[in-house]
């Protein structure tokens, strides 16, 4: 692992991960789709040239959508707002979802990531995939995940993948630009990429309060041997105070400094590089789809 991967991860992504995390049951994701993704990766020149058509595409795509699929995204709009949400802001929310989607899609086929989006063919590898999980299930393999899937979480682990997969593809193919971009974001960002290297506690245990330190090697350790007091630590800021029971003693907890590394550029490539297409790059393409698709509603 990077140590300079940046502490905040892309709100997008990382709810795109814990939605593949519940639609597989919080199994290790191990699965590769061969269902509906396929890859048909570019050559360097050619993924740059693609970058560029997909930032400046002007054509437009419409279709109609059947009524079964807009109550598919109804119902995924239902579970993402408020039990008391308006009707008419329910059905804008499933519509800009229903949207989101396909341009998704759209994005991924374009790379040549995955095949065409369509309802029917969900529908289908879905089916296929239980079929598959029920005669690895009789034959004793190991099945990954939930032994079926329903529509929604299938979608949701088809869907999430897309988004890692395509993040993941435009980062290994960065063209000078992207990099150019993702240093800017480096630096309007650099806080959180600077590692904790250690950090001074006061703890006070039994009417006896010890200086400590935690050092960046033992951190590890610590995570397992106390992981309510790492946490505290790790993710709190000079001048928080924690109180809690280790056992049957309890203690109070001040963070007294926290000591961080101030890498360069170079140090964090590879982490702010991925932030920055997750974070801004492939919403910028998600975004630019969406504004060239007409989805014609029942």
């Not at 040239?49 to 930032?55: D, I, S």
């Not at 329903?150 to 897309?162: I, K, M, P, R, T």
Request: aromatic residues 12%; negative net charge.
């Amino acid at each position: 692992m990077n140590r300079f991967r940046s502490e905040k991860t892309s709100g997008t992504r990382k709810k795109r991960i814990l939605l593949i995390s519940l639609a597989m049951g919080g199994a290790v994701i191990a699965v590769i789709l061969l269902m509906v993704l396929w890859y048909r990766p570019f050559s360097a020149p050619q993924a740059e040239n693609a970058f560029r058509k997909l930032e400046t595409a002007s054509e437009t795509y419409t279709r109609s959508v059947s009524a079964e699929e807009y109550e598919f995204y109804y119902h995924l709009a239902k579970r993402d707002l408020p039990a008391d949400t308006e009707p008419a802001e329910m059905e804008e929310k499933a519509k800009e979802m229903a949207s989101r989607s396909v341009a998704e899609f759209s994005l991924g086929q374009k790379l040549g990531i995955c095949q065409p989006y369509s309802f029917e063919s969900l529908k289908r590898n879905m089916e296929k995939e239980n079929e598959q999980r029920k005669v690895k299930k009789g034959s004793g393999e190991v099945v990954y995940g939930p032994e079926q899937f329903d529509l929604v979480s299938y979608y949701l682990y088809v869907a999430g993948n897309l988004e890692i997969d395509t993040v993941d593809y435009i980062a290994a193919h960065a063209d000078d630009t992207m990099l150019q971009n993702a240093e800017t974001y480096f630096e309007e960002h650099r806080e959180e990429y600077r590692p904790i290297t250690s950090i001074r506690y006061a703890m006070t245990e039994q009417d006896t309060t010890e200086e400590k330190t935690l050092l960046q090697e033992d951190m590890r350790t610590l995570e397992r041997l106390d992981g309510e007091l790492f946490a505290f630590l790790y993710y709190g800021k000079a001048g928080d105070t924690m109180e809690y029971y280790y056992g049957d003693v309890q203690r109070t907890v001040k963070i007294l400094d926290i000591e961080r590394e101030d890498p360069s550029f170079d140090d964090a490539r590879e982490a702010a590089l991925e932030d920055y297409i997750a974070e801004v790059y492939y919403e910028e393409l998600v975004q630019n789809e969406m504004s060239h698709i007409r989805l014609e509603f029942p």
